[in-house]
Every structure is written in C-alpha cells, then in structure tokens.
C-alpha cells in the first residue's frame, strides 16, 4: 500500500490544487524522507519559489510533480506515507516528515508514520530515473498496450514461481501490490500457488482482463483504505467494501459461498476461494 488506484486518486486529487501554487518556505522534519538533493536543507533552498504546473504524471506507484523552471518533485510513498493538501492553519500531522508552504497560505504535506516514502527534487533537464532510480526497473503500465496476455505468456515462459509472486514484481508490471493481485486473480479464477508456465492462453486472457478491470474500478472507488492510505484531504478510499477476495479470510465467498482462506506466500498474505480458484 498504496498500489496503481491509490497513486492515481492521489494525482488526480493533486491536479485540483497545485497548478500556480507557488512555495514561500519548506521544512525537513526528518532528514531520511528525502532522497535528493543532500543535505535537507539544500532540498529546502532549492524549492523556495518554485511553481506546481498542471503536469502531473504516475509511473507505477511513483508520482512526479512537474515545476515551471523545469525541475520536478518526485514521490514514493512506499507502505504508509501520505501527500496531504492541507491549509496552514490546520495543526500538523503526527508523523509529518515535509511540508511546503504555499503563498496561497495551503501547505502540501508529506506525513509517514513507518518511514520508507522519500521525496527527490530533480533537477532541469535530467531524467528523472537518474535520480529516482526505481523508474528503471518499472515493467509496463497496466492500461499501456505492452501489457498484454502475449506479453504474459513471453514473461511466463519456462518459470515456475506462484502467479501471486509474479504479480507483485514491478519488472512484470508496473503498480500492482497485495490488495490488487488477490483481486485479479480471483476474478479470473486462478490460485495463486499456479505456476506461471501452466497458464494457458485462456487463463492470461483473463488475468489480464481482470488486472485492467479491478485496477479501473479501484480507481473509481478512489483506492483502498485499510491503514494509513488519504487521498490529498485526508478522505478514505472506498474499494475496500466491494472487495472480492483481499483481507475477507473466513467470509464467504461471494460467488459461491465458501469460506475464503488465506495463506503467507514469500512473506505476503494471499486471500482467495479454493472452490473458485482451484489449484490443477
């Protein structure tokens, strides 16, 4: 967490509110959290006075805010962290790490309660993954048409690691987490101890079907709420209600009734339906 749904509601939101913002002064609370430049307050001087654009863009679960001198801020909020578009006057979160005064009188917020998210503020005219180097190792975006049942089935070739473990790699795709794979898999009914090569082309057919369509409807729901996860106001996602299969272990099955299980997979948590989902 988050995962693709939660960044995108985060960008979507970001989009309402940053475009001309101007920042008047910044704070580093906890010199970790960011990543580029060093030291802290460097990453300080250097945003003093620069202006949020309308262009912002998601790479998987990383975000850029582009500025209009020509850098841009990065961000990954990894397990817990939060981007919160918040007015001055409201008091500070209890695990804020960055803020960005606005002269607007708003601030943007970066709060993290278990300290992995990290800001970069890349400079003019460099790529971005020369900085954020996670960017280099992405896979395709989901809804791009590089991801694609052929594409899965080249990926898959000759491998036998469990198709959950496959969905959570960000070389395979990009943004796809815990909550989401369950998801995917469960509405294409696959177990997620299968091992890739014994997909058949039906089967990528509709995992990849179903990874477009549980992403797209996380979107709508604007993400999942389970922990820690805002949008930019510090509002709940809603996917969490309507989910089919994640965090439902003993709940019946809502296809066919049966109590759903869970089982640990390479340190991950795995929710699913053995009726629905049987292992061949």
Not at 103 to 116: I, K, N
Not at 127 to 155: H, N
Not at 240 to 247: K, N, P
Request: proline residues 6%; aromatic residues 8%.
């Amino acid at each position: 967490m988050p995962e693709l749904p939660e960044v995108e509601t985060l960008r979507r939101d970001l989009l309402a509110h940053l475009p001309g913002e101007q920042v008047v002064s910044a704070e580093v609370l906890r010199a970790a959290s960011v990543g580029y430049p060093k030291p802290p307050t460097v990453f300080c001087e250097q945003m003093i006075g620069q202006v949020f654009t309308d262009q912002i863009t998601r790479r998987g679960k990383y975000l850029l805010l582009h500025l209009a001198a020509g850098a841009s801020l990065g961000v990954h909020l990894r397990m817990s962290g939060r981007l919160l578009w918040r007015s001055a006057d409201l008091p500070l979160e209890t695990h804020l790490r960055v803020r960005m005064i606005m002269a607007s009188g708003y601030e943007l917020r970066f709060e993290d309660m278990r300290v992995f998210g990290q800001l970069w503020l890349i400079p003019a005219r460099t790529p971005p993954e020369q900085i954020m180097t996670g960017l280099k190792r992405l896979g395709p975006e989901p809804f791009d048409e590089a991801f694609s049942p052929k594409y899965l089935a080249e990926q898959f070739r000759g491998r036998s690691q469990p198709i959950k473990t496959a969905l959570l790699d960000q070389h395979l795709v990009a943004g796809i987490g815990n909550i989401y794979a369950d998801e995917s898999l469960f509405i294409s009914r696959i177990h997620p101890l299968t091992p890739v090569r014994k997909l058949s082309l039906d089967a990528l057919v509709r995992l990849h079907g179903a990874v477009v369509e549980v992403l797209a409807e996380g979107i709508v729901q604007r993400g999942t709420t389970l922990r820690n996860y805002t949008d930019a106001q510090g509002v709940n996602g809603n996917y969490a209600g309507t989910a089919w299969a994640y965090g439902r272990k003993g709940l019946p099955c809502r296809v066919c009734g049966a109590p759903m299980e869970r089982i640990r997979l390479a340190g991950r948590s795995a929710h699913f339906c053995s009726i629905c989902q049987s292992l061949e």
